[in-house]
């Protein structure tokens, strides 16, 4: 029998049931065939964050009693490959904590399993909102009913009943949020207009994981372009995030809107676009127009951001030739040469 190797290796060996989520840009669902074909150096990470692999495991091994979950940062390369020491020790770490036999699990064994993300350098805490979303997405997936947040949350945003927003929980939201059908998200775009600050910042950090109508994203821009008459760049920000996800036209025309005018694309606004919108700087126009904003503006980080986009697989080449195209003397070429190592006089 061949050796286990790679975490997917283990999971299929150990026949465990297994459920793998994005954690990095995104709380989405991931494939097991990707976490496979990038642990056999074949792929890289679809959807990289701060250099690193962010991914939720949700698995029943032998006769847990309820599901364990691991989040796990495995680190990239600069091509967003996998740099796999880590990801070894942490395994050999697991086979030695278990046996080498993993086809037979029992509860002592399993209770060890989860004592393993102790002291693991592999190891964070997603923060609220993604701990969240995952409660709300992995629920939904496996058939099991919402958390006791989600009626309240519900009665709230469709109107049916006057609630203190201030006694939502952010959980019910999240609920919310994952099993919105198309009525509710018409509904909700209604209500847009009139919904507390804290309440639209709540929504839009759930919002940002999901896909949902045109209808709600025109609201959400709408909302954001108000805030932004207000000088309110949190809530302009949090309505960017959350239409960030959705592929929607509207959404796409909204951030030609906001590149093109110079007093709106600060650095809270561009890094909303470059950390939840990033699918919309796939674009010939674009992503050139958002790389002369960043460096225009003397407070980004122009390097990190540029280094985090050109992480992500489908933007490396583009990123690459729009750095290539910019004009000479542009602030583009400017900011590069900044990057460049200086040679000593």
């Not at 026949?15 to 642990?39: D, I």
């Not at 025109?218 to 000088?231: F, I, T, Y």
């Not at 390097?303 to 004009?327: F, G, H, Y």
Request: net charge negative; hydrophobic share 45%.
């Amino acid at each position: 029998m061949q050796p286990i190797q790679t975490l997917d290796d283990f999971f299929t060996r150990s026949g465990a049931n297994v459920s793998l989520y994005h954690m990095g840009r995104h709380v989405v669902a991931c494939p097991r065939e990707s976490l496979a074909t990038f642990e056999s150096g074949e792929m890289a990470w679809p959807e990289p964050w701060q250099g690193q692999a962010r991914l939720a495991i949700v698995f029943l091994l032998g006769d847990m009693p309820e599901p364990a979950i691991w989040f796990l940062a495995l680190p990239l390369d600069e091509q967003g490959m996998l740099a796999p020491a880590q990801r070894d020790a942490f395994l050999n770490r697991l086979l030695e904590t278990l046996g080498r036999t993993v086809s037979q699990v029992g509860r002592e064994e399993t209770t060890d399993v989860d004592h393993l993300m102790k002291d693991n350098p592999l190891a964070f805490t997603p923060n609220v909102t993604f701990q969240a979303m995952l409660n709300a997405r992995a629920t939904h997936d496996m058939g099991l009913p919402a958390s006791q947040h989600f009626e309240p949350v519900d009665a709230y945003f469709t109107g049916q009943q006057a609630i203190d927003w201030q006694a939502l929980g952010l959980q019910g939201v999240a609920d919310y949020v994952v099993r919105m059908e198309t009525s509710d998200a018409e509904a909700l775009a209604r209500q847009l207009p009139t919904l507390p600050t804290a309440v639209i910042h709540s929504l839009c950090y759930c919002l940002e994981h999901q896909t949902f109508s045109e209808t709600l994203v025109s609201a959400l821009a709408s909302r954001g372009e108000m805030a932004a008459q207000q000088g309110d760049v949190e809530t302009l920000s949090a309505c960017i995030r959350a239409v960030g996800n959705t592929g929607a036209s509207q959404a796409a025309d909204w951030y030609n809107h906001l590149l093109e005018d110079t007093a709106a694309c600060g650095p809270d606004v561009l890094a909303a676009m470059a950390g939840r919108g990033w699918q919309y700087l796939e674009d010939g126009h674009r992503l050139p127009l958002f790389l002369q904003r960043l460096a225009e503006d003397e407070r980004t980080d122009f390097a990190a951001v540029v280094r985090d986009l050109a992480i992500v697989p489908r933007l490396r080449i583009p990123v690459m030739m729009a750095l290539r195209d910019a004009p000479v003397g542009s602030p583009i070429q400017r900011r590069l040469t900044m990057m460049m190592p200086q040679k000593n006089a």
